[in-house]
């Protein structure tokens, strides 16, 4: 992959610096690998939006880490026009609990709190800014509201006499790196999974550029995830404003503030091919975004694909209704229609006096997303995830 890379001198070089992240009992420090990616001084005077990408802030999710590589690998001989951050490793905690031969790392073995709900955002510190800000030009809206909300993280990091717990202390250590950026970009995976794009219902629009064939749109509701904690503040903002009788746009222009969670497929699992796919897939959407610069027209375009999308309210999860071992039917990322099986339950202590096996199905036309990533389940299990009144995303004006 990229093999001439080698031979020549790269465009762009990369610097590693290691963030300390906490410590264990013993005195062993968690530390995070940091890679960033200069922009060298740009003569024309627009301001294009920076970059934050991490990786495996859920312990078995560790796909992203191959699509971080091979973004560098690629990123290396191709023009960028900001600062790119990229971040593998984000969580050493969830990246090393492993029980048996599976990693675990979704929660926190300690408060049982899911790593990724653990960021922060105090939404009563918009409303006094926007009503002091309400004649502020989009450039310092712009750098007075990041400032806010690095102060904000600073304050909870550094000024909290009654400390953090440690996967706060994490959490909120990756997103000041990410405040600092204007584009984040936080990689997943799903158990067993298909691709899947969360995307903020504000830039609908970003989701036909990567080559992500589902997207689960999301409300400006705040329930902890970084995703969630960059985009939030800013959508808040922009709404406050509008109350006010303000208008602001905060996905282009001046303040151009996007995240995304990237859901790259399932668990436990490294690909680098896929991961270069994925990495192509994401400088796609770089270069809508005009971080990066093509030789070529064709160069960095998303692919043509059927795009389904949801709303988050239709993206639902269904639990087993009964415990048993799991026949898991459904093909990811096509409808399956109404009553068509889902799955279907092997109960082996009804043989013979009862029934053995149980059809699961549904009654409505779903597309099944991910699944659970084990055959045996307990009544109440999240069996499978799917998109319920579901539509497909209208193509980008050919002219892209
Ligand atoms: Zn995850």
């Known amino acids: 992959?990229?093999?001439?890379?080698?031979?020549?001198?790269?465009?762009?070089?990369?610097?590693?610096?290691?963030?300390?992240?906490?410590?264990?009992?013993?005195?062993?420090?968690?530390?995070?690998?940091?890679?960033?990616?200069?922009?060298?001084?740009?003569?024309?005077?627009?301001?294009?939006?920076?970059?934050?990408?991490?990786?495996?802030?859920?312990?078995?999710?560790?796909?992203g880490n191959a699509v971080i590589f091979q973004l560098l690998e690629l990123l290396k001989d191709i023009k960028i026009n900001s600062d790119i951050t990229l971040v593998p490793y984000a969580n050493p905690v969830g990246c090393n609990h492993k029980n048996g031969e599976y990693t675990l790392g979704r929660f926190d073995p300690i408060t049982g709190v899911n790593w990724n709900r653990m960021y922060y955002f105090d939404e009563s510190v918009i409303e006094p800014f926007a009503k002091q800000h309400i004649d502020s030009e989009d450039s310092i809206v712009e750098a007075n509201f990041k400032q806010l909300l690095l102060n904000e993280i600073d304050q909870q990091l550094n000024h909290n006499i009654y400390g953090l717990t440690t996967g706060k202390r994490i959490a909120f250590q990756l997103q000041r790196l990410a405040h600092h950026a204007d584009i984040v970009l936080d990689l997943h995976t799903g158990p067993i999974s298909s691709k899947h794009l969360y995307c903020p219902e504000y830039c609908k629009k970003s989701a036909n550029?990567?080559?992500?064939?589902?997207?689960?749109?999301?409300?400006?509701?705040?329930?902890?995830?970084?995703?969630?904690?960059?985009?939030?503040?800013?959508?808040?903002?922009?709404?406050?404003?509008?109350?006010?009788?303000?208008?602001?746009?905060?996905?282009?222009?001046?303040?151009?503030?996007?995240?995304?969670?990237?859901?790259?497929?399932?668990?436990?699992?490294?690909d680098l091919k896929v991961a270069y796919e994925d990495a192509l897939s994401i400088l796609s959407y770089l270069h809508h975004k005009?971080?990066?610069?093509?030789?070529?027209?064709?160069?960095?375009?998303?692919?043509?694909?059927?795009?389904?999308?949801?709303?988050?309210?239709?993206?639902?999860?269904?639990?087993s209704p009964m415990g048993g071992m799991i026949d898991y039917l459904a093909e990811f990322g096509k409808p399956l229609p109404a009553g068509e099986p889902l799955a279907r339950i092997l109960r082996m202590d009804n043989y013979g006096d009862g029934e053995a096996i149980h059809n699961i199905s549904l009654e409505q036309t779903v597309i099944p997303i991910l699944h659970f990533a084990s055959a045996s389940v307990n009544q109440g299990t999240e069996l499978y995830k799917v998109f319920s009144n579901y539509f497909i995303l209208p193509e980008l004006d050919s002219k892209i």
Not at 40 to 56: D, M, R
Not at 219 to 237: K, V
């Open 1 to 63: 992959m990229n093999q001439n890379a080698k031979n020549r001198t790269p465009k762009n070089q990369v610097s590693k610096e290691l963030m300390h992240v906490g410590e264990m009992a013993s005195g062993v420090q968690l530390t995070v690998p940091v890679y960033r990616m200069k922009a060298l001084p740009n003569s024309n005077e627009e301001k294009n939006p920076s970059v934050y990408i991490q990786a495996n802030m859920h312990g078995a999710e560790v796909q």
């Open 290 to 319: 005009k971080v990066i610069e093509a030789e070529t027209p064709e160069q960095f375009l998303p692919q043509t694909m059927l795009r389904y999308a949801c709303y988050l309210k239709d993206y639902k999860s269904f639990y």
């Open 209 to 270: 550029y990567f080559d992500i064939p589902h997207t689960i749109f999301i409300p400006n509701s705040f329930d902890g995830a970084l995703d969630e904690s960059i985009f939030c503040p800013w959508w808040t903002l922009q709404e406050t404003f509008k109350k006010l009788g303000k208008e602001i746009d905060i996905s282009q222009g001046i303040i151009n503030k996007e995240s995304f969670t990237v859901e790259l497929g399932s668990q436990e699992q490294i």
